[in-house]
Nanobody, 124 residues
Framework: QVHLQESGGGLVQPGGSLRLSCAYS????????MSWHRERPGKEREVVAG???????NYRDSVRGRFTISRDNRRNTLYLQMSSLKPEDKAVYYC??????????????????WGQGTQVTVSS
């Protein structure tokens, strides 16, 4: 089991910045990938950015160059630094952790864990 707790959401003006945090605990040694997702009003949940256990990152096109995902293994915290925010970035942002556990037969079992979400509103 992995427990995730997001924080850092709030109201920010267009062009502003915000940093989201996701504190993780539990079976963290099994985490092999973490990511941020969001649900914009009236839209389905979409991936925003991801980071592997090796530190490789990827971003959706609409946030690349504005958002930065990072992970601090000493503090067991995942971050999403958001800059140049736009009204269309308004969403509930969710932290995700994917664990990989050997199944004893040479393969792996994968599990997904989610935080409760944090609201980000971009408005003047």
């Amino acid at each position: 089991q992995v427990h995730l707790q997001e924080s850092g959401g709030g109201l920010v003006q267009p062009g502003g910045s915000l940093r989201l945090s996701c504190a993780y605990s539990g079976d963290i040694v099994s985490i092999h990938h973490m990511s941020w997702h969001r649900e914009r009003p009236g839209k389905e949940r979409e991936v925003v950015a991801g980071i592997t256990s090796g530190g490789s990152t990827n971003y959706r096109d609409s946030v690349r160059g504005r958002f930065t995902i990072s992970r601090d293994n000493r503090r067991n915290t995942l971050y999403l630094q958001m800059s140049s925010l736009k009204p269309e970035d308004k969403a509930v942002y969710y932290c995700n952790a994917e664990t990989r556990i050997p199944d004893g037969e040479g393969d792996f079992e994968f599990y997904d864990y989610w935080g409760q979400g944090t609201q980000v509103t971009v408005s003047s």
